[in-house]
């Protein structure tokens, strides 16, 4: 069970938590084509490596934030709140 | 003593607590610390069950966890447990336990048989026998494979136990109490970390427990463990957990712990439960989980008084039991020796050590040959003979270039085998640390690690003594994060052994015959996994899969390596290019009771009751569960069943009034200045111009498209909107609001509360709802003029704070009183009261389905399956032209999304009316058309409809709004195919008169 440290609560149990998918997803205005559409629904990158996440409390704050995680270790390297950019670790993506 | 091979004097038992247990229904005699196969031996018995394929006869191997053979069924009724190591049960008065997968009985077994049939038997023999005929799986195949598999019988009693959680936190976590353990816990228990310390078995020690010979401090290893432990429990920082296995190790440090609590027990306290599951988060963890012993694999491996030499060292001086008379030892390590000498010190004849290497020398090797054991320097096994048990082996020269010579028989009764140790990497190998291949040793090692673990002792190939207390007391300073530790001078111990084997012995002639065990638990022999890698398994993954060797519940702990070394040897790869199978949870089997915990029964999962629960169970309703919520489903009369009290109920509503719990509807509130420009994004709907006071129908989508939820918003004020979702979606919906206005919206000033269980919601349905209501509002009109369909009115009602939607899922002028929850009975008791003059009448929730399918509304989740658009399900009428965006916009526009032969929602007629569909039924163009053919859609609702004297049903049709009219057939698998006609789905009353009376 993977311990997440809340932005806004600190550390807990991955329970009190949901996944979220992907972050920095931008969903595109509702003119664009569709194979542009088309991306934003389904394609992701499935990462191996350090993968950009979200994650909500919901059994807490009830917040999303954005989690960097390591896919292969599941080591978090960062924990950061939703709309402020994806932070540098120095480590390859 | 009892037990002709008890050695008084020696081993931990206690000889003045004599106990009796059965096996087999045999009364057994024992004493306090022994365990069933330690009893057993003791009386001179090895076959302790039958082997899983061949039902061979099998005795003990190990003495521990590591036990593949002696695999017992202990206890009885809801109590019995299968599979249970006999090398690890404790025994206590009035134990009861059978040996398993034997017919008649364990001496003399029908099922044996297949070790004639061995030849026929290879790997992969399912795989490719039973293929054909092909209407012979269901039939024949599967039901003697499921008769003939399996080791020991699920229990048929619900299990009278419980079994409890545990949550801990700890700074180091130490798995394993040998040596290793034991100075890593004093270490960091001296720092003043908070320590816990687990092992597996009844007592810490480990291996000091099997040895007679090492000093520590000028103290026996058992005297030595007894001041550390003393010392340990001492310290108010340190935790100690016996009978406790670490059995999985998952990410960030969570180690689960299954502690066993009462079944040593002969009579535990009636409220202590059965087993505990710690899961415990570690900021360090160090890993001292030992090396075990390997088997070596020649013919006739697997007969009852074969088994490892540390095992027979661990029966006799921890139970002091000798395993046999006259011993034939067969090694490739040192460590034999000092099991030889241990031996004959206690009066075991030891009648050779047949020794693989050919110049073993050493401490050890000269003081066998100063006892005048008989020594064979390179000499193999070529086989064992004897079918209970081992009467005789045959050892063999092995020459230069590993030929092997003529061999000659050696009676004896005790075969010890030993090919080195191989450390335990489990717990490692799961915290996906990595694993390198050690030359030296021959085995794999402890490599880097991801997680803050640390290995220490044995586990990691550090075998002498001295050096474990070392390994150890290092390993728990550098987790506490000290610098000096307590040190212990070893005054007396083995040097390490050097050595050991790994593979098939080498075997003169071709053995095609042969059986020598690999997998002895999944009785997978050395030439099946040849066999495998001639038949082109090359990956060890493969392998396994393919022979299943390492896949039965010992997880490979004995056998995986000597599999690894056949592949190596046949592919001529070295072992580390073939790599090792992945180490999985759990280390050892653990209990489904364990596992379930306190989640069980009416714990398994939380109840929740709507207010008039009490209500509908007095009177008589009989209940369904939709999702948690448990739902009145009708109110049958006496002598009714389920269709005429659902007839009645449709009667009732549709000719006077009906009176229905509606609570479990999810509830949002959305407020805040932005509420409306909220939810013109959110729904597929336009809000902007919904008036305060008015309601509407609002439908949700994914940004895919497709229908999510469904359900009416009120507006209460300017900037607060009162939203219902389905029963199942409200979390869902609240959920996906959350995510688009804190990750998509954040310009949105919004709130968002969940008041599902604030409000209670009576719903009063039918033409005299009106009639009854009118009287309760506290000066409220409620007239048709002033209160129109799809109209909400703020108030109270007999007092009490109330939110009434003028809103009908029946199809008849209907209103929804919210009240809140707490005071929404005495809401409902004077409704009930004032509508008793008018026909009013409980409905369930079966008659609110069979009203709302007569009015053709949808039910999301029932019509629709998550690829359904609005249009698709007669709703297109929702959707906003004219808003800029809102979610599914995008991709309704998608050409696909409006192609003609979608499947719409449609009404469907049978052509006699009372002939009933079922749901999920498929609609085809012909009557007769031979399978597989394509369906042109599916019954999603039918009912039998009061209203209408016939039956009913919705269905999704492609294209189905074109086809209004024509037929189609619904095959039956009893029975020729029904024809049906599509019609519209609004059976009753299309114009609506009635909704708007």
Request: hydrophobic share 40%; proline share 6%.
């Amino acid at each position: 069970m993977l311990l997440i440290d809340c932005p806004y609560c600190g550390p807990r149990a991955e329970i009190e938590f949901a996944y979220g998918g992907e972050a920095h997803i931008v969903r595109p205005a509702a003119d664009v084509s569709e194979a542009e559409w088309e991306a934003f629904l389904y394609l992701r990158d499935n990462t191996k490596g350090v993968l950009a996440e979200r994650w909500r409390h919901s059994h807490g704050c009830g917040r999303f934030f954005n989690a960097l995680r390591d896919t292969r270790t599941d080591r978090f390297l960062a924990f950061y709140e939703i709309g402020t950019p994806r932070p540098e670790t120095g480590e390859a993506a | 003593m009892s037990g002709v091979f008890r050695l008084a004097g020696r081993g931990r038992i206690d000889p003045s607590r004599p106990v009796a247990f059965r096996f087999d229904g045999r009364l057994i005699r024992g004493y306090a610390g022994d365990t069933v196969a330690s009893a057993l031996l003791a009386e001179g018995r090895h076959l302790m069950g039958r082997s899983f394929k061949y039902h061979r006869p099998r005795g003990p191997v190990s003495a521990g966890s590591d036990e593949p053979n002696a695999l017992i069924g202990v206890g009885e009724g809801g109590r019995y447990t299968p599979n249970l190591r006999a090398t690890q049960v404790e025994i206590h008065d009035g134990l009861v336990a059978v040996s398993q997968n034997r017919a008649p009985s364990l001496r003399f077994d029908i099922g044996a048989l297949n070790t004639l049939a061995a030849p026929l038997l290879p790997a992969g023999f399912y795989y490719k026998t039973f293929m054909w005929p092909r209407g012979f799986w269901d039939k024949v195949y599967e039901p003697l494979i499921r008769r003939a598999a399996g080791l020991g019988r699920a229990p048929e009693a619900p299990d009278p136990d419980h079994y409890a959680l545990h949550y801990a936190h700890c700074d180091v976590l130490v798995a394993g109490g040998g040596p290793a353990g034991l100075a890593a816990a004093l270490a960091a228990g001296r720092m003043g970390a908070r320590v816990i310390l687990c092992d597996e078995n009844a007592e810490f020690g480990g291996s000091l427990l099997a040895d007679a010979y090492s000093r520590i401090d000028g103290l026996t290893a058992m005297d030595w463990v007894a001041r550390m432990v003393a010392e340990l429990e001492r310290l108010p920082n340190v935790q100690l957990l016996t009978r406790c296995s670490a059995f999985h190790y998952g990410p960030h440090n969570m180690v689960a712990l299954n502690q066993r609590l009462t079944d040593h027990l002969a009579m535990p306290p009636a409220d202590m439960p059965r087993e505990r599951i710690w899961q415990v988060r570690a900021r360090e963890v160090v890993l001292a989980a030992g090396a075990l012993e390997r088997a070596l694999v020649f013919e006739g491996n697997d007969r009852p008084g074969i088994m490892l030499a540390s095992a027979a060292r661990t029966y006799l001086h921890r139970y002091g039991v000798a395993c046999g008379r006259k011993a034939v030892v067969v090694t490739a390590d040192d460590a034999a020796y000092r099991v030889a000498l241990d031996l004959a010190e206690a009066g075991v004849k030891i009648a050779a050590i047949a020794d693989l290497r050919p110049v073993p020398g050493g401490t050890l090797v000269e003081a066998a040959r100063a006892r005048g054991i008989r020594i064979l320097p390179a000499t193999t096994i070529q086989r064992a003979h004897g079918h209970l048990r081992v009467t005789g082996a045959e050892l063999a020269p092995v020459g230069e270039g590993g030929a092997v010579g003529k061999g000659r028989a050696v009676a004896c009764d005790l075969v010890l085998m030993s090919g080195g140790f191989t450390p335990s990497l489990h717990l490692h190998s799961q915290a996906r640390g990595a694993l390198r291949f050690d030359d030296a040793l021959g085995v794999y090692l402890p490599g880097e690690a991801i997680e803050r673990v640390r290995s220490a002792g044995a586990c990691r190939g550090v075998f002498a003594l001295d050096a474990v207390l070392r390994d150890g007391v290092a390993a728990g300073l550098a987790a506490a994060g000290g610098e000096n530790g307590p040190e212990w001078r070893v005054t007396r111990q083995d040097a390490p052994g050097t050595g050991g084997f790994a593979g098939a012995l080498p075997r003169r002639g071709p053995g095609h015959l042969a059986l020598a065990f690999v997998d002895f638990q999944n009785d997978v022999t050395a030439k099946d996994v040849k066999l495998a890698v001639r038949e082109g398994f090359r990956s060890i993954e493969h392998v396994k899969r393919y022979t299943t060797t390492g896949m039965a519940t010992d997880q490979g702990k004995g056998s995986n390596v000597n599999a690894l070394a056949i592949v190596s040897n046949v592919l001529g790869r070295r072992p580390e290019e073939i790599g090792l199978t992945t180490y999985r949870p759990p280390y050892t089997p653990v209990t489904f009771g364990a596992f379930a915990g306190h989640a069980r029964g009416d714990q398994f999962d939380p109840l929740r009751l709507p207010p008039m629960d009490g209500w509908a169970r007095a009177r008589g309703a009989v209940f369904e569960d939709v999702g948690q919520w448990r739902r009145a489903r009708y109110f049958p009369r006496a002598g009714e069943d389920m269709a005429a009290a659902v007839a009645r109920e449709c009667r009732a509503v549709r000719s006077a009034a009906g009176i229905f719990d509606a609570s479990t509807l999810g509830k949002i509130e959305v407020a805040g200045p932005d509420a409306a420009e909220f939810m013109n994004r959110f729904y597929v709907n336009a809000w902007t111009k919904l008036g305060v006071g008015k309601c509407r129908y609002g439908l949700v989508c994914r940004d895919s498209g497709f229908v999510y939820d469904d359900g009416v918003v009120g507006r209460i004020a300017a900037d607060r909107f009162h939203v219902t979702t389905t029963t199942g979606g409200a979390a869902g919906v609240l959920n996906m609001m959350e995510d688009y206005l804190q990750t998509e919206w954040a310009d949105l000033d919004v709130w968002l509360t969940s008041v599902t269980e604030q409000w209670a919601v009576i719903a009063l349905q039918g033409p005299r709802a009106r009639e009854i209501l009118a009287p309760l509002v506290d000066g409220l009109d409620i007239s048709a003029a002033s209160m129109p369909h799809m109209t909400l009115r703020e108030g109270s009602i007999g007092g009490v704070p109330m939110r009434l939607f003028r809103v009908s899922f029946t199809g008849e002028l209907g209103y929804e009183i919210n009240v809140p929850s707490g005071q929404a009975r005495a809401v409902w008791d004077r409704v009930w009261q004032a509508g008793a003059a008018c026909g009013l009448t409980p409905y369930g929730t079966e008659a609110m389905h069979v009203l709302r399918a007569e009015k053709g509304y949808l039910i999301v989740g029932q019509e629709t399956d998550g690829t359904m658009t609005p249009g698709d399900v007669g709703c297109g009428w929702a959707v906003s032209k004219v808003k800029p965006d809102f979610i599914g916009k995008r991709a309704l526009a998608l050409p696909a999304m409006n192609a003609p032969d979608r499947l719409q929602m449609v009404g469907v007629l049978t052509d006699d009316p009372l002939s009933m569909l079922e749901e999920g039924m498929q609609l085809v163009a012909a009557a007769h058309i031979p399978a597989p053919t394509s369906a042109e859609g599916h019954v999603t609702s039918s009912y039998f409809s009061p209203a209408l004297g016939r039956s009913i049903a919705l269905a999704m049709v492609k294209g189905g709004r074109g086809r209004m009219g024509t037929g189609l057939y619904a095959p039956c698998l009893d029975g020729p195919p029904l024809k049906v006609t599509l019609v519209d789905p609004v059976f009753y009353d299309p114009e609506g008169a009635r909704l708007n009376g």
